[in-house]
């Protein structure tokens, strides 16, 4: 079997696109013929299962406590003793997003779980409690992406750690420019510091309005900072892409696209395409 | 799932954190703050042992706390201990976002804030800002001589 592709979707700011893109790269790898597992440790507000439409039913779940083991319960030290007693424990994780991809979705336990992995003494220890479960008990899958939380916290060092390539949707921006160039000298820090390679392996330009001279300039001026690393297609911004999310699905489940969301989709396709391209290298 | 380990490793790790029985989905999400330091902080350095009984009023730092206090900063920055901090208090959690909901609420709070700690914003008054001054508040009413140190880290 070849090597599992791994990517994390990150950047230590809110609502640049993150679970759009977790959700549409997903499909698109999964459309290329791949088993493309999906996790989100993004927060309890399971952004991702909602984009499928599968947070009803999850949510009923949890209400009815049966909801357990669950993402957060991988974390803990009592899980390889939780998983021996279970059958199948993926699958007991394991939802169908109904477009291709499987999921993980994210729990309200990994709510406390931030301050609890703090407990941890160990830090190598502390921060690689996803890659352990990933790399014990999740096979089958040629391709895992992993939906982090918009902050650095112990939970989104564990899916750095876990996918050690990552991918960061952007605005184009003075603040967004300012924010990519920080996250990328922080993750060759965390490199430095510890035994882990984590790379950013793919920059994508997200929402972009039609070419106004200032875009321009900021398209330049990423592609100069970025350069072999910015995805080769822009996302263009599309009510589309959010009337979809709303509605429970991607934009590959929607019909009647607009200009803005056809392109929006080849876009996605193309990203997808070099994403995996990049991952195998 | 009968067995009775199992059933007792579901209760240590069901977690405390269950859904907010009114079916609000967004009550309760965490909050979250980025700054320049983790809540390490306060925990690795053994800031308990001054409290003795004498500083009921203003508590002290020991000497070696600013000593304390300056490695876990260079460990956040060097990207050993994680930029940002949360708390757990679904009401808290609720509070911050109606503020951050609400134009108005968001710059009377933010405001205030500002004022009280004398410290800059950098992008609005973000949902993480907020916090970020309330705590920084908060450790500046309570405990005075702890928040000196802090500031002078900054
Ligand atoms: N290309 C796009 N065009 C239009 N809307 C978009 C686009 N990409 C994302 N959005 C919308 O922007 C909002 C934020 O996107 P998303 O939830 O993916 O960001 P995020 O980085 O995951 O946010 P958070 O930090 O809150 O997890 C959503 O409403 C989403 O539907
Ligand atoms: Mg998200």
Redo the contacts between chains.
């Keep these: 079997m070849s090597e599992q592709l791994r990517a994390a979707s990150f950047l230590?700011k809110?609502g640049t696109g993150k679970t759009t893109t977790v959700a549409h790269l997903g499909v698109a790898l999964s459309e290329r013929g791949n088993d493309v597992l999906l996790i989100d440790l993004a927060?309890?507000?399971?952004d991702l299962a909602k984009n499928f439409g599968v947070?009803e039913d999850y949510?009923e779940r949890?209400?009815a406590e049966d909801d357990?083991?669950n993402i957060?319960?991988v974390f803990?030290e009592?899980?390889t003793?939780?998983a021996k007693?279970?059958d199948d424990p993926l699958d007991e994780l394991v939802y169908d997003t109904g477009e291709g991809p499987d999921l993980i979705p994210a729990?309200?336990?990994l709510?406390?779980?931030?301050?609890e992995l703090?407990d941890i003494e160990e830090?190598e220890e502390r921060y690689s409690r996803l890659e352990e479960f990933l790399d014990s008990y999740v096979s089958g899958y040629d391709v895992v992406l992993i939906d982090l939380?918009g902050?650095?916290?112990?939970i989104?060092?564990n899916g750095l750690w876990a996918a050690q390539h990552v991918v960061v949707p952007v605005e184009a921006g003075p603040?967004e420019a300012q924010q990519a160039e920080t996250l990328k000298s922080?993750l060759e820090?965390?490199s430095d510091?510890?035994d882990v390679d984590v790379e950013l392996t793919m920059l994508v330009m997200n929402k972009t309005d039609q070419r106004t001279k200032l875009s321009e300039e900021f398209a330049d001026e990423y592609s100069a900072a970025f350069d072999g690393v910015l995805a080769p297609h822009e996302v263009p911004r599309s009510q589309d892409v959010r009337n979809a999310a709303v509605e429970g699905r991607t934009l590959y489940a929607e019909r009647g696209l607009s200009e803005s969301a056809k392109r929006a989709l080849e876009a996605f396709e193309e990203n997808a395409e070099e994403l995996e391209r990049r991952l195998k290298a | 799932m009968t067995d009775d380990e199992l059933e007792e490793l579901r209760q240590q790790t069901r977690g405390t954190d269950r859904i907010d029985a009114t079916g609000d989905e967004d009550a309760g999400v965490d909050v979250e703050a980025d700054s320049g330091s983790g809540d390490d902080a306060a925990s690795d350095t053994g800031s308990s042992s001054s409290r003795t009984a004498s500083d009921a009023k203003s508590p002290t730092p020991a000497d070696d706390f600013d000593e304390c206090l300056a490695s876990t900063v260079g460990s956040v920055e060097r990207g050993v201990q994680p930029k940002s901090f949360s708390a757990s208090d679904p009401v808290l959690s609720a509070f911050f976002q109606t503020v951050y909901r609400d134009d108005e609420a968001r710059e009377d709070v933010g405001e205030a804030l500002v004022d009280h700690v004398d410290v800059d914003v950098e992008d609005g008054y973000t949902k993480s800002e907020l916090v970020r001054l309330s705590v920084l508040a908060g450790v500046q009413e309570a405990a005075p001589e702890y928040y000196e140190e802090l500031v002078e880290t900054f």
């Design positions: 230590d809110g927060g309890k507000q399971a947070w949510r949890i209400e357990w083991p957060s319960t803990r009592q899980w003793r939780i007693k279970i729990h309200p336990g709510d406390g779980l931030d301050t703090n830090i939380p902050s650095t916290n112990n989104s060092y603040f922080d820090r965390i510091r510890f």
